[in-house]
């Protein structure tokens, strides 16, 4: 990933997602029931590589960033032995994975979608997976919907003020978000502030291409996918104008 890569500091990641663990059950559960490697692309510094190893899947992780996957390192040193040697990890883009099949179940969870700038990136990921998932394997993911209360907000103002505290110096850390949305390139621009006091700010620039449900599924049916189960949350509730996610079981 180039030099702006959002994601270089793995510590600022997990402090922003230390307590989000909706999917952490759904995705476990279907790693447990894989019955052979699980591929994760994107996998970060392991919020979710770690609890699949933890219920004895074997785990290959792909990550285009070299920082989130030294997270992801350092978090595998405390672990169990037998967890540490479930899973693999690889430096890379998630688009240019290559064959032999081999995964009966592949995930690219947790928004990343959203780092695919237009649908040709789509395709390109829908084709890299079909080439490594194994017959009758399973394709899981998990995205935002476009979300409109979100994208009525001013771009100057600051949004979600909170204070962390960091858990290595006791150091308070001030944050705050930022937003704004490009209605013709469908990308929500978000920046994350954060200040501990009497230091340096951190800035984190995303720009999240957001798709909208039928311009997915019709990238899924292109791409030869079928849709096996679609919910708006990790807890099966169908699909509704008030849904805020997408969860998706893909069937080749
Ligand atoms: C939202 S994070 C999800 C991390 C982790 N799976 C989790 O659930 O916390 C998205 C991850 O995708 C990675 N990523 C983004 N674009 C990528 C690409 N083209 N190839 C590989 N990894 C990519 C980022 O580096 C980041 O670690």
Redesign the pocket.
């Known amino acids: ?1 180039a030099d702006d ?3 270089r500091s793995p510590f600022h ?1 997990d402090l922003e ?1 230390a307590d989000y663990d909706d ?1 952490v059950p759904w995705y476990v559960d279907l790693a447990r029931r894989a019955g052979g490697p699980v591929l ?10 770690l609890p699949m190893a933890q219920a004895g899947a074997t785990v290959h ?5 070299a920082d ?1 996957l030294t997270g992801l390192e350092a978090k595998l040193r405390g672990q169990p032995d037998a967890v540490r040697w479930r899973v693999r990890h690889e430096r ?4 240019t994975i290559e064959g032999p099949a081999r995964y009966p179940l592949v ?1 690219l ?4 979608i ?3 700038r237009d649908t040709a990136d789509v395709k390109d ?1 829908f084709g890299a997976i079909r080439r490594v998932l194994l017959p009758g394997g399973t394709f899981a993911m998990d995205c935002y919907l476009p979300w409109p209360e979100l994208y009525a907000r001013d771009p100057d103002q600051r949004y979600g003020e909170r204070t962390w505290i960091d858990s290595r110096s006791g150091v308070p850390i001030d944050s705050w978000e930022q937003s704004s949305w490009d209605p013709v390139a469908q990308i929500h621009h978000v920046t994350y502030v954060y200040v501990p006091r009497g230091g340096q700010p951190h800035e984190v620039h995303l720009n999240l291409r957001m798709f909208y449900p039928q311009e997915l599924r019709a990238a899924i049916a292109e791409a030869g996918w079928t849709i096996r189960h679609e919910a708006g949350d990790f807890r099966g509730k169908p699909l509704a104008p008030d849904a805020t996610k997408l969860v998706l079981l893909l069937s080749p």
């Not at 994760?40 to 590589?49: D, F, H, I, S, Y």
């Not at 992780?61 to 960033?65: I, M, R």
Request: aromatic share 14%; proline share 6%.
């Open positions: 990933m890569d959002p994601y990641y997602y999917d994760e692309l994107g996998c970060g510094t392991g919020r979710l590589t992780g792909v990550d285009a960033s989130m890379r883009d998630f688009r995930l969870p947790f928004n990343t959203h780092h695919c990921v």
